[in-house]
């Protein structure tokens, strides 16, 4: 079974800094769009953001000019550089691959933000 490969989670204090990386196998092939998600206890899972393989972003009313998504295509890999963390921040970090056929995703990584 395919699987993305998430790192850089932790904890971070509040205003904190983290960079979380996102690696897929060269095997799935051309990811139209890689994207990362997050799920807080008890609530549902929310886009964080999203890029195409030509770099048009998206991001989830609650990251905009905190967060930034970007990806290597030739590495297979995106990035989510997360500044001025919030305690609501908190929550598993999830990675998607999208290609054309399917969708792939990442075990998840935790993000824990303490006041």
């Known amino acids: 079974q395919v699987q993305l490969v998430e790192s850089g989670g932790g904890l971070v204090q509040a205003g904190g800094s983290l960079r979380l990386s996102c690696q897929a196998p060269?095997?799935?092939?051309?990811?139209?769009?890689m994207g990362w998600y997050r799920q807080a206890p008890g609530k549902q899972r929310e886009l964080v953001a999203t890029?195409?393989?030509?770099?048009?972003?998206n991001y989830g009313d609650s990251v905009k000019g905190r967060f930034t998504i970007s990806r290597d295509n030739a590495k297979n890999t995106a990035y989510l550089q997360m500044n001025s963390l919030k305690p609501e921040d908190t929550a598993m970090y999830y990675c998607?691959?999208?290609?054309?056929?399917?969708?792939?995703w990442g075990q998840g990584t935790q993000v824990t933000v303490s006041s």
């Open positions: 998607k691959a999208s290609t054309w056929l399917y969708e792939y």
């Open positions: 060269g095997s799935i092939g051309s990811i139209r769009v």
């Open positions: 890029i195409t393989r030509a770099g048009s972003t």
